[in-house]
């Protein structure tokens, strides 16, 4: 009884479906991978064909690269697939089921250029933009649309205009390459609604980059904060690790060095991280003694088997945050 009532809740929710129905996308025009997730968000609920509406019954602005209503066409008859082949652009997250059509908007797209966004954060290689969902509304649910298709959990998709996108971006091809997303309308005040990796640009260190950004972000604030609630079992992996390593980084080398006596509060104002979060990740340490005091040897020990995580934190020198 317990798994129907899953699955009856999973299939009310809009895009959402238990299989893969789209085969492949074309990304770009060089790149080709398989779909990890379905979504019925992309197609006409009647139909199945190309072309969407929102949830409202409208037609959504994100309705393919040429504007046209689609007819799947590639797929063949005898397969379970929707569809097999999405094409989408590598800058704008339009989309078609025409390789001709995506070669053609590819070479013309005006974000291959000019990204969106105000600049937050740049290196030498990379750049973290704000892209605002009411300024850039068409950018940010093609976006979603897209991350759908590689998260099993996404939902939202076309109501962006109380969500703030932040994208990292390859300063040589103007190509984003990983993104979160920040509702503005967040009661808790979270710092991370939704986070991806695209799929061409994985093992890079670029979910780590982005989730300290985040904590910035609340620093900045001046709050604690972190991401929406409950994370996935992979999702807690990775922040698990994060939260480890900056606090690691903070008693090691940063703010928390050398102090005698050091409270939640402390770690918290130097990481920016909620204290249920900080309490977790030390108990998951191993490094709370009966007492509930920090053995600074167990963290010691910890770091030194993770070093490496460090390299992609975010360069305070880098930020150029809005005030």
Not at 6 to 13: D, F, G, N, S
Not at 20 to 32: D, K, T, W
Not at 295 to 306: D, N
Request: charged share 25%; net charge positive.
């Amino acid at each position: 009884m317990e798994k129907k009532g899953k699955r009856a809740v999973k299939e009310e929710l809009y895009g959402i479906i238990e299989t893969r129905n789209i085969e492949y996308v074309q990304y770009g025009v060089s790149l080709r991978f398989p779909t990890w997730y379905g979504s019925t968000a992309y197609f006409q609920q009647t139909t199945r064909h190309l072309g969407l509406r929102d949830s409202d019954g409208r037609r959504s602005a994100g309705d393919g690269i040429d504007e046209k209503p689609k007819s799947s066409r590639n797929v063949p008859e005898s397969s379970d697939f929707w569809l097999e082949t999405l094409c989408v652009c590598e800058y704008c997250f339009k989309y078609t089921d025409d390789p001709n059509e995506l070669k053609k908007h590819s070479s013309q797209c005006r974000f291959r250029s000019k990204s969106p966004g105000r600049i937050q954060y740049r290196t030498p290689e990379i750049s973290i933009r704000k892209v605002s969902g009411s300024r850039h509304p068409l950018f940010c649910q093609c976006l979603c649309l897209f991350t759908k298709l590689f998260l099993d959990n996404k939902s939202m998709y076309f109501k962006v205009d109380h969500y703030d996108f932040y994208i990292v971006y390859s300063n040589q091809t103007h190509k984003p390459m990983a993104f979160f997303s920040k509702d503005l309308t967040s009661f808790q005040k979270h710092n991370l609604a939704c986070i991806l990796t695209l799929p061409p640009y994985q093992r890079k260190g670029l979910g780590t980059l982005l989730m300290d950004f985040s904590y910035k972000l609340s620093i900045h604030d001046d709050i604690m904060s972190g991401p929406e609630q409950p994370l996935s079992p992979f999702g807690l992996a990775g922040y698990l690790k994060y939260w480890s390593t900056s606090i690691c980084l903070q008693f090691l080398e940063g703010s928390l060095q050398g102090k005698s006596r050091v409270s939640l509060e402390d770690i918290s104002k130097a990481t920016g991280m909620r204290l249920g979060d900080i309490l977790l990740t030390l108990r998951n340490l191993n490094c709370l003694s009966e007492k509930n005091e920090i053995s600074l040897q167990e963290l010691r020990l910890w770091m030194k088997h993770h070093r490496q995580h460090t390299h992609a934190f975010i360069d305070d020198d880098y930020l150029i945050l809005d005030d």
